[in-house]
C-alpha cells in the first residue's frame, strides 16, 4: 500500500488542554529543490510543510506552534478566551489544507501569539511565512504588508536578545532584517544591516549567509552608485 504523505497527529491545545486532531507532513516527502535569499523553500512537487506549520484548536480556537510556549501570564487565558474563544465557531483543519486555508491559520497564529506576548522571535517566523504565503499567490500588496511586520519583529528580537535559545542565531536575524529591508525598498536600512552581517565573518561560522549579505551589500552599493551617476548625468 502506498504511504500518503500526510498523516494526523493528536495535539494537546496549550489553552485550553483539550486534544485536537491536526495534519503533519512526512519528512521523506519534504524535497527542497532551492531556496530564495530570505530562506523562503522552493518545493520540487506539490507537497508543501509550510502549509501545516501551525496548528488550531478546534475547541477554542487557539492558534499556536511548536515555537509558543507553555507559560501564560496572569489574565492572559482570560483575554484569549474574551477576544478568541468566544467569537469561535467549532471547526477543525485536520484536513488537507489549501494556501488559503494556512493563511486563515497563520494570521489567528499572530493575533494568539500577540496576545500571549509571545517572543517576537516566534511572531516574526509567523509574519515571514504568512509573507511567503502570499508571494506563493502573487499578491506583493500582502506580501510587503507582512515582509514589514516579520522585519519590524526581527528587529526587536536583535534588539532585545529573545532569540537566544531558539534556533535563530543572532547572524541570521541581522541578515533577515537586511534582506527583508531591501526587498521593501528600504536602501540605506538594508546595506546598514548587510554591513553588520558582514562584520560578523570572524566571529561567525556561517560562512554561507555571511556570503549572501555580501553579494547584497555589493549589488545594492553598485546599484546606489549607478543612481548617483545617472542624476549627475
Same mark, same amino acid.
Given at each position: 500500500?502506498?504511504?500518503?504523505?500526510?498523516?494526523?497527529?493528536?495535539?494537546?491545545?496549550?489553552?485550553?488542554?483539550?486534544?485536537?486532531?491536526?495534519?503533519?507532513?512526512?519528512?521523506?516527502?519534504?524535497?527542497?529543490?532551492?531556496?530564495?535569499?530570505?530562506?523562503?523553500?522552493?518545493?520540487?512537487?506539490?507537497? %508543501?510543510?509550510?502549509?501545516?506549520?501551525?496548528?488550531?484548536?478546534? !475547541?477554542? &480556537?487557539? /492558534?499556536?506552534? +511548536?515555537?509558543?510556549?507553555? $507559560?501564560?501570564?496572569?489574565?492572559i487565558?482570560?483575554?484569549?478566551?474574551?477576544?478568541?474563544?468566544?467569537?469561535?465557531?467549532?471547526?477543525?483543519?485536520?484536513?488537507?489544507?489549501?494556501?488559503?486555508?494556512?493563511?486563515?491559520?497563520?494570521?489567528?497564529?499572530?493575533?494568539?501569539g500577540?496576545?500571549?506576548?509571545?517572543?517576537?522571535?516566534?511572531?516574526?517566523?509567523l509574519?515571514?511565512?504568512?509573507?511567503?504565503?502570499?508571494?506563493?499567490?502573487?499578491?506583493?500588496?500582502?506580501?510587503?504588508?507582512?515582509?514589514?511586520?516579520?522585519r %519590524?519583529?526581527y528587529?526587536?528580537?536583535?534588539?532585545?536578545?529573545? !532569540?537566544? &535559545?531558539? /534556533?535563530?542565531? +543572532?547572524?541570521?536575524?541581522? $541578515?533577515?532584517?537586511?534582506?527583508?529591508?531591501?526587498?521593501?525598498?528600504?536602501?540605506?536600512?538594508?546595506?546598514?544591516?548587510?554591513?553588520?552581517?558582514?562584520?560578523?565573518?570572524?566571529?561567525?561560522?556561517?560562512?554561507?549567509?555571511?556570503?549572501?549579505?555580501?553579494?547584497?551589500?555589493?549589488?545594492?552599493?553598485?546599484?546606489?552608485?549607478m543612481?548617483?551617476?545617472?542624476?549627475?548625468?
Amino acid at each position: 500500500m502506498e504511504i500518503p504523505p500526510y498523516y494526523e497527529k493528536q495535539i494537546d491545545c496549550i489553552h485550553c488542554k483539550k486534544k485536537f486532531k491536526t495534519i503533519k507532513v512526512r519528512s521523506k516527502f519534504i524535497k527542497v529543490s532551492n531556496n530564495e535569499s530570505d530562506f523562503h523553500p522552493l518545493y520540487e512537487n506539490d507537497v %508543501n510543510p509550510l502549509l501545516y506549520n501551525a496548528f488550531v484548536c478546534e !475547541h477554542c &480556537g487557539f /492558534s499556536f506552534t +511548536e515555537d509558543f510556549t507553555k $507559560y501564560f501570564g496572569p489574565g492572559i487565558s482570560e483575554e484569549i478566551d474574551q477576544k478568541i474563544s468566544l467569537h469561535w465557531k467549532k471547526h477543525s483543519f485536520d484536513k488537507e489544507r489549501t494556501i488559503d486555508d494556512a493563511l486563515q491559520v497563520y494570521k489567528l497564529a499572530l493575533v494568539c501569539g500577540h496576545i500571549k506576548k509571545e517572543k517576537h522571535i516566534t511572531l516574526a517566523g509567523l509574519a515571514l511565512r504568512t509573507a511567503w504565503l502570499y508571494r506563493t499567490l502573487d499578491n506583493k500588496e500582502l506580501e510587503n504588508r507582512f515582509m514589514f511586520i516579520a522585519r %519590524n519583529q526581527y528587529i526587536d528580537a536583535f534588539s532585545n536578545g529573545d !532569540h537566544n &535559545g531558539t /534556533s535563530m542565531s +543572532e547572524v541570521r536575524v541581522i $541578515y533577515l532584517i537586511a534582506e527583508l529591508s531591501r526587498r521593501l525598498g528600504e536602501r540605506e536600512e538594508a546595506i546598514r544591516y548587510f554591513s553588520r552581517v558582514i562584520e560578523k565573518q570572524r566571529s561567525s561560522n556561517e560562512t554561507k549567509i555571511i556570503e549572501m549579505a555580501k553579494e547584497q551589500w555589493q549589488t545594492m552599493r553598485l546599484e546606489k552608485e549607478m543612481t548617483e551617476h545617472t542624476k549627475v548625468l
